[in-house]
C-alpha cells in the first residue's frame, strides 16, 4: 500500500451495490409502484412497468437478494413488498431529488388527472403525502402537537392527541415515533414513523380517506373534511 493512502472503506461495495439495484427504470418503476405500502404480484408489476414476465421476474430476483424487497407465494401467485419502512424512506427521498425541470410531463388527460391526484394526496408507504399530508403535518405543527425544531418529534401535547382521538401508537418497536419524510411533490418534509403511519392507518380505516385509481391517490372524502377541520383546524381548501 502507498505511503498516506488508507484501505477502502467496507460499505463503499455495499453502497455501490445498492445504487446499482436502483440505476435501472424498470426496478425503479417497480420500487415508486410498491411506496403504496401493498403487496403486488409480479404480473402486476410487469404491466405497470411495460416489460415482459419474464423480464420482471428478473428484475425483482435482483431486488429480493439485494434486500429492497421481500417476498411471498400464496399459491400460484408471487407477492412482492417494500422489504421495510427505511426502503421506503429511501425510494421516497431519491424521487424528492429529482430536478422538477427533468420530468417529462403527462402524455394524455389521464396521466395529467392521475399525476394532480397524486400531488393533492397519497400514500408514501404507509402515511400521508401530498398536499394533504402537508397540510395535516402543518396543523400538528400550528397546534404544538409536532415540534420541528430539531427533527420530528411528537410535544405531550401531541402524544394526548393521538389517545384522545383514539389513534393508538405502537412505541415497542425501534421505528421512531415521528420522523420528517421529504416529500418529492411539496418538496417539504410530511410527518412518518409511527404516529404518521397511525395517524394514516385510521384515516383510511375511519372513512376519513379512499384509495382512488390504481396508483396510490387518496381522496379525502365528506366526513374527513369535517373531521380534519374539527380535530386539526384543516382548511378544505388545503385539501384540494
Given at each position: 500500500m502507498l505511503?498516506?493512502?488508507?484501505?477502502?472503506?467496507?460499505?463503499?461495495?455495499?453502497?455501490?451495490?445498492?445504487?446499482?439495484?436502483?440505476?435501472?427504470?424498470?426496478?425503479?418503476?417497480?420500487?415508486?409502484?410498491?411506496?403504496?405500502?401493498?403487496?403486488?404480484?409480479?404480473?402486476?408489476?410487469?404491466?405497470?412497468?411495460?416489460?415482459?414476465?419474464?423480464?420482471?421476474?428478473?428484475?425483482?430476483?435482483?431486488?429480493?437478494?439485494?434486500?429492497?424487497?421481500?417476498?411471498?407465494?400464496?399459491g400460484r401467485h408471487r407477492y412482492v413488498r417494500l422489504a421495510d419502512a427505511r426502503v421506503a424512506q429511501l425510494v421516497?427521498?431519491?424521487?424528492?431529488?429529482?430536478a422538477p425541470g427533468s420530468v417529462v410531463g403527462p402524455r394524455n388527460l389521464r396521466e395529467s388527472s392521475a399525476g394532480s391526484a397524486m400531488a393533492r394526496g397519497r400514500t408514501c408507504y404507509d402515511h400521508l403525502a401530498g398536499r394533504l399530508g402537508i397540510a395535516v403535518t402543518d396543523a400538528m405543527t400550528t397546534r404544538q402537537l409536532l415540534c420541528e425544531e430539531t427533527g420530528f418529534a411528537l410535544t405531550e401535547a401531541g402524544l394526548?392527541?393521538?389517545?384522545?382521538?383514539?389513534i393508538p401508537l405502537d412505541r415497542?418497536?425501534?421505528?421512531?415515533?415521528?420522523?420528517?419524510?421529504?416529500?418529492?411533490?411539496?418538496?417539504?418534509?410530511?410527518?412518518?414513523?409511527?404516529?404518521?403511519?397511525?395517524?394514516?392507518?385510521?384515516?383510511?380505516d375511519a372513512g376519513w380517506c379512499v384509495r382512488i385509481g390504481s396508483e396510490r391517490a387518496v381522496k379525502?372524502?365528506?366526513?374527513?373534511?369535517?373531521?380534519?377541520?374539527?380535530?386539526l383546524g384543516v382548511s378544505s381548501t388545503a385539501l384540494r
Amino acid at each position: 500500500m502507498l505511503e498516506g493512502m488508507t484501505s477502502r472503506d467496507p460499505r463503499a461495495t455495499q453502497l455501490a451495490r445498492l445504487a446499482s439495484l436502483v440505476a435501472d427504470e424498470t426496478r425503479a418503476s417497480c420500487l415508486l409502484a410498491l411506496l403504496d405500502g401493498r403487496a403486488w404480484t409480479a404480473s402486476e408489476l410487469a404491466r405497470h412497468a411495460g416489460v415482459a414476465a419474464s423480464t420482471l421476474s428478473e428484475h425483482l430476483g435482483k431486488l429480493v437478494t439485494g434486500g429492497l424487497l421481500t417476498e411471498e407465494r400464496q399459491g400460484r401467485h408471487r407477492y412482492v413488498r417494500l422489504a421495510d419502512a427505511r426502503v421506503a424512506q429511501l425510494v421516497e427521498e431519491l424521487a424528492s431529488h429529482v430536478a422538477p425541470g427533468s420530468v417529462v410531463g403527462p402524455r394524455n388527460l389521464r396521466e395529467s388527472s392521475a399525476g394532480s391526484a397524486m400531488a393533492r394526496g397519497r400514500t408514501c408507504y404507509d402515511h400521508l403525502a401530498g398536499r394533504l399530508g402537508i397540510a395535516v403535518t402543518d396543523a400538528m405543527t400550528t397546534r404544538q402537537l409536532l415540534c420541528e425544531e430539531t427533527g420530528f418529534a411528537l410535544t405531550e401535547a401531541g402524544l394526548r392527541w393521538f389517545g384522545s382521538v383514539g389513534i393508538p401508537l405502537d412505541r415497542k418497536g425501534r421505528r421512531p415515533l415521528a420522523r420528517a419524510c421529504l416529500d418529492w411533490t411539496e418538496r417539504r418534509p410530511h410527518l412518518a414513523g409511527v404516529a404518521g403511519a397511525a395517524f394514516c392507518r385510521h384515516a383510511l380505516d375511519a372513512g376519513w380517506c379512499v384509495r382512488i385509481g390504481s396508483e396510490r391517490a387518496v381522496k379525502v372524502t365528506e366526513a374527513g373534511e369535517k373531521a380534519l377541520a374539527e380535530l386539526l383546524g384543516v382548511s378544505s381548501t388545503a385539501l384540494r
